[in-house]
């Protein structure tokens, strides 16, 4: 899987739109890029997963530019609930294949 | 669809006791699951690959003999920690491998596990 960067922690306040976005420089063509939620003292829940261009589901929205070297999860409109890591990953299989979880980026929406 | 449980959720345990760790697939069969094991405020770290019917594969560094992993039916894999100390303790979460109309694995919730 290829390498990702993220920032480690964020802070927003309730009701804005935050943005995280991943970098992964060595991504590969048949690559994808999935984003997963943890919260506290649970397993991680698949949030959104795209190939390129703009993905969109009822919980978040994924941008990915041409170059595909990056990639931004957006979270319209948080709440104290989105308080949680939220990890990239990139990979050719995410279901049959072992996953290498990065640092992740630890958001924190103040009230 | 796709749930994934893990019993119990959490558990307490003297020094030197073994400690299982039950990962079910519910509503569907997975012929691999995964365990990771996770350290406050860290990462997931992937421990082993558990297939369904053969040993299961360690990840550098994890012992074999202490992490005793058994998949013995495609919805069920466990996870014994024998002779557990207090280093041992940890957050362990499993991951099965989805049908394959879903490029994604699903989680289980995780077993905090307290070595005393």
């Not at chain 2, 003999?65 to 041992?88: G, M, Q, Y």
Request: proline content about 5%; charged content about 15%; glycine content about 6%.
């Amino acid at each position: 899987l290829a390498k990702t960067t993220q920032p480690i922690s964020m802070d927003s306040y309730e009701g804005q739109e935050v943005n995280i976005t991943c970098s992964h420089n060595n991504i590969a063509t048949n690559d994808y890029i999935t984003w997963y939620q943890q919260f506290p003292s649970q397993g991680p829940r698949f949030i959104i997963q795209g190939y390129k261009t703009k993905v969109t589901n009822e919980v978040a929205s994924l941008f990915i530019p041409a170059d595909r070297k990056s990639s931004t999860l957006s979270l319209p409109r948080v709440s104290l609930s989105d308080t949680a890591v939220y990890y990239c990953l990139v990979g050719v299989s995410f279901g049959n294949e072992k996953l290498t979880f990065g640092t992740g980026t630890r958001l924190t929406i103040i009230p | 669809g796709a749930v994934v449980s893990q019993h119990p959720s959490r558990v307490i345990c003297k020094s030197g006791t073994s400690v299982k760790i039950e990962c079910r697939s519910l509503d569907f069969q997975a012929t691999t699951m995964f365990w990771y094991r996770q350290f406050p405020k860290k990462s997931l770290m992937l421990m082993a690959t558990s297939n369904e019917g053969s040993k299961a594969t360690y990840e550098q560094g994890v012992e074999k003999d202490k992490f005793l992993i058994n998949h013995a039916s495609l919805t069920l894999s466990t996870l014994t920690v024998t002779s557990a100390h207090p280093e041992d303790s940890s957050f362990y979460i499993c991951s099965a491998s989805a049908p394959p109309s879903y490029n994604e694995q699903f989680f289980g919730p995780g077993t905090r596990l307290t070595v005393l």
